[in-house]
């Protein structure tokens, strides 16, 4: 039987972390660009929710997310072949319920971009809108466990450098033709690697994106995602709280449409 884990969120929120009530790794709440959950609301929300398990937002710290993803991208394998094992400090680890490993490092002032997609299963998590789901917490009967008690600590200078740096990749594919059956599905494919477009059409490029990808049940932290990776590919990238506010009012109508269908 799951715990009421409301001690344990009191405990991160007076340590100075953002709390999030969780079920699985949906937010129960909105919070993008509000204030952090005092101790009073996390225990009013906990009342109602007594099973909820706890995220933390990614405010004053980033995460290094280590994970082996289905489409075969392995981040402990692409960690060992980069080789740099000296810009990893020993700093706060946990196992998560997926098996995946999370490194936990402080900002401390310096700006650290969120980077989906570092390596190949490896992400950085780090907007102030993005979190992650913390131990004790359980995922379809699995748990997240803390690995160690590291304080969380600063990061290399060279490791931050490397996660601000673009990659540009010299690889040019085998030219080829489109058929004449060119898909929507194909399209949005295209969208992660070539960016949203000119700058006055990506707004409605990132809200077709979206819409696109939650019309075909993907996940939405998994759209969430892939909007980033395409933003991050476009020339002139949006502002990541217009990348939020357009994810959310594309979520809302996606739910709207479900509800409509049931």
């Not at 009342?47 to 995460?63: D, G, H, Q, W």
């Not at 981040?75 to 740099?84: A, D, I, R, T, V």
């Not at 700093?91 to 390596?119: C, E, H, P, R, S």
């Not at 960016?195 to 707004?203: E, I, S, V």
């Amino acid at each position: 039987m799951m715990k009421n884990l409301v001690n344990y969120a009191v405990s991160y929120a007076q340590h100075g972390f953002s709390v999030l009530p969780m079920i699985g790794k949906k937010p129960l709440i909105k919070f993008a660009d509000q204030p952090p959950l005092t101790v009073d609301e996390i225990e009013n929300l906990w009342k109602k929710k007594p099973y909820a398990s706890i995220a933390l937002r990614t405010t004053n710290f980033f995460v290094v997310d280590i994970d082996r993803h289905e489409d075969g991208a392995d981040g402990f394998k692409s960690l060992k072949e980069y080789n740099h094992p000296e810009q990893f400090k020993k700093t706060l680890a946990q196992k998560t319920a997926g098996g995946g490993k999370q490194l936990f490092y402080m900002k401390d002032g310096d700006i650290v971009q969120q980077n989906i997609g570092w390596l190949p299963g490896v992400d950085i998590k780090a907007h102030i809108n993005n979190y992650v789901v913390v131990a004790p917490s359980e995922n379809h009967g699995k748990q997240y466990k803390w690995l160690n008690h590291e304080p969380i600590v600063k990061p290399s200078s060279e490791l931050i450098t490397a996660i601000n740096k673009r990659s540009e990749s010299d690889y040019t594919p085998t030219a080829y033709s489109h058929s004449e059956g060119h898909s929507a599905t194909a399209e949005l494919f295209e969208k992660i690697v070539n960016g949203l477009g000119a700058t006055g059409g990506r707004n409605n490029a990132l809200a077709s994106f979206v819409g696109g990808l939650l019309f075909r049940d993907v996940g939405a932290e998994e759209v969430y995602r892939l909007a980033l990776i395409a933003n991050n590919n476009t020339e002139s990238p949006l502002p990541e709280n217009e990348v939020n506010r357009t994810f959310e009012s594309m979520l809302k109508k996606e739910m709207r449409r479900r509800e409509a269908e049931n």
